[in-house]
């Protein structure tokens, strides 16, 4: 009789022809530190994502309504386009701006990467609508900058308020941080050898860039993108204040939607839309970016 016969096969044979054990009981107390995380998710994000759900579906009758409104009127599809367009554009705007400024801090003493990186996190001490007002004034058409296109070329005033201009220009500068970080602690992270040797073999600076740099900084590029566009999809003081009827986005239609003509339905089926485009966006850039992470310094 073998030893895999012992008690009936209740002893495996192991690897090395012995036995092995039998498993006692998991220990689940560990988990029970997960139970306060996820009552206060419940609480504070499913249960009114579940809500918001459930109007959208039955409010102010049980069905698809509201869902059919948002995709048949023109009104809506129009809204829906100007926002996603909008955030592609600041998206653009952002990474232009950022990608220089992330590279220099890469090749700077640390003492100015220090202060270039305060010049990053100091806008974010500031409030967002003492920002936009501060840009209302900044593009009003006696504003300074209309003052000084006037003295300086003669043009003027320009349209710069209550345009997708001002409210992409606003959006910029608040969103521009969020492009910056990512970008830069994914720079952080390249060698700085490989473009002086892809120049020694024979490699111009641009073909470098291309070829070298700028792959191995992709996973910046991603996350900051997908960072700002998404952030950019859900503004709502920026495009109020620097926009107007005509630049209204979603976010607008739905404070609209809820607050003046009280139509719940109308504004949960909004809110239902972004996250679904939210989850989307992310579904395929990570299908895009194959093998990298969304989050630089967070390996897969």
């Known amino acids: 009789m073998t030893e895999s016969t012992v008690t009936g096969g209740l002893v495996a044979p192991g690897a090395d022809g012995g036995t092995q054990p039998k498993r006692g009981p998991k220990n689940w107390r560990p988990l029970l530190l997960l139970v306060p995380a996820f009552v206060i998710i419940s609480l504070f994000f499913l249960a009114p994502l579940i809500d918001v759900f459930i109007r959208s579906v039955t409010d102010p009758q049980?069905?698809?309504q509201n869902y059919v409104w948002l995709f048949t009127t023109e009104a809506n599809l129009a809204v829906v386009l100007r926002t996603f367009g909008t955030a592609l554009i600041v998206t653009i705007?952002?990474?232009?701006?950022?990608?220089?400024?992330?590279?220099?801090?890469?090749?700077v003493s640390d003492?100015?990467?220090?202060?270039?990186?305060?010049f990053v996190m100091l806008p974010l001490w500031t409030s967002i609508l003492v920002r936009t007002l501060a840009w209302m004034v900044l593009l009003q058409d006696t504003g300074p900058i209309n003052g000084l296109l006037e003295a300086w070329f003669g043009i003027g005033p320009v349209p710069l308020i209550r345009t997708t201009f001002g409210v992409a220009l606003g959006m910029s500068q608040v969103l521009l941080p969020f492009m910056v970080l990512p970008l830069y602690s994914a720079m952080a992270k390249i060698d700085k050898r490989l473009?002086?040797?892809?120049s020694n073999l024979g490699a111009n600076p641009v073909t470098a860039f291309f070829t070298v740099y700028l792959p191995l900084s992709k996973p910046g590029i991603f996350s900051g993108g997908v960072t700002v566009f998404i952030l950019g999809l859900g503004f709502y003081i920026i495009p109020a204040l620097l926009g107007s009827s005509k630049e209204i986005?979603?976010?607008?239609?739905?404070?609209?939607?809820i607050?003046?003509?009280?139509?719940w339905g109308h504004g949960t089926a909004l809110g239902v839309f972004l996250l679904v485009c939210t989850i989307l966006i992310l579904?395929?850039?990570?299908?895009?970016?194959?093998?990298?992470?969304l989050f630089p310094g967070v390996e897969k």
Do not use: E, H
Not at 195 to 198: D, F, I, M, Q
Not at 283 to 293: A, D, E, P, T, Y
């Open 259 to 263: 607050s003046v003509f009280l139509m």
């Open 62 to 64: 049980p069905g698809t």
């Open 249 to 257: 986005m979603v976010s607008a239609l739905i404070q609209q939607q």
């Open 111 to 118: 003492r100015t990467r220090n202060i270039m990186q305060l």
């Open 93 to 107: 705007v952002c990474l232009l701006l950022a990608y220089p400024y992330a590279y220099l801090m890469t090749i």
């Open 283 to 293: 579904v395929l850039v990570s299908r895009i970016n194959k093998g990298g992470s």
């Open 195 to 198: 473009l002086p040797a892809a």
